[in-house]
């Protein structure tokens, strides 16, 4: 008998929405020239679409085997910080580093120094255009993330070892098995760590006292909301989808809908983000005009909607088993959740 550790799929029959979300269409992923290089195209499509990160020059290409910069850094996260918005943002008359007097990432690099994410060489210099480390970068991330560089030790001469046990912890490194923590990181795995850093959870500070002793007890726990919820007002779902088409939308009583909308439905079976919906418990719709998503009906996906409603991506995730089976190959067994197909036997997870 075969195991499908998450769902069968039969890509043969219609099924009925049960609950409705509608949302509209989510911005195009941007077509860089040198897109067929991208090794983390689901990252970099999504923080196109969230407006933190953009092409090189002219924008017709991403350049991912180059290297990120200290200054790049700095503006990537600011654009994090505030949404994907470009903030309203100062210098100073003496700048905190004797080298940013003039650059461009001048008032990102005041902004973030004065959030304590970045910080200069130890000589009054920031260096600017200085190519950034893995650990550097999980560095500034995490402290983005309410890490406080005292408590976790992200000073001194353990700081990298710290800094990357945290980051591990956190699923900063995750799909970047093979990268070195201490040499450069490209712009393409900075931007698959950034992508994994706005949806991790948040640390949070919490307070207990002894009632006995009166003594305060600060315990720091990753439970706060993630920065794709608290900065861009966004919600992840995760489900199966089970069809993709055009929807008479008025016929569903979507009201200001119209007639007809290309989007997807998917079988949503876990919500995460503190927005999650119970209404949403079951058949979603997401109106999605975008990209063709025939190719993964019946594959479990991830949908990223921000603010507004706007869809930023839907992803299959990496545990998926698809069968493409005729109907009159498929059979019941005397089992539940299991299914006869064409003479082998399968385990599924009933819907």
Known sequence: MRNLKRALSLVLAAMMLIGMMVVSAGAASKDFTDKDEIKHPEAVNTLVTLNVISGKEDGSYFDPTGTLTRAEMAKLITYVLNGGVEPVLGTKVTPTYSDIKG???????????????????????????????????????????????????????????????????????????????????????????????????????????DMTTGKVTQTYNLIGDSLFTSKFNGTTYEGLLTATGNYDLTALGTAGASASAKGFVVDVDQINGDKADSDHAKNTYFKFEDQDLSSIIGQTVKVLVGDKGVVYGVYATSDNTVVEAPFSTVKRTSKAGELNIDGTVYDYDIR
């Open 103 to 209: 650059h461009w990432a001048e008032a990102y690099i005041e902004y973030c120094t004065s959030m304590n994410i970045i910080v200069g060489d130890g000589t009054g210099k920031f260096n600017p255009e200085g190519t950034l480390t893995a650990s550097q970068c999980a560095k500034m991330l995490l402290t983005a993330m309410n890490y406080k560089d005292d408590i976790f030790g992200f000073v001194g001469n353990s700081w990298e070892i710290n800094v990357n046990r945290e980051a591990n912890a956190a699923g900063l490194y995750k799909e970047l098995g093979s990268i070195t923590a201490s040499s450069p990181i490209s712009r393409d795995n900075a931007a698959q760590m950034v992508y994994n850093a706005i949806q991790s959870k948040t640390m949070e500070l919490s307070w207990s006292q």
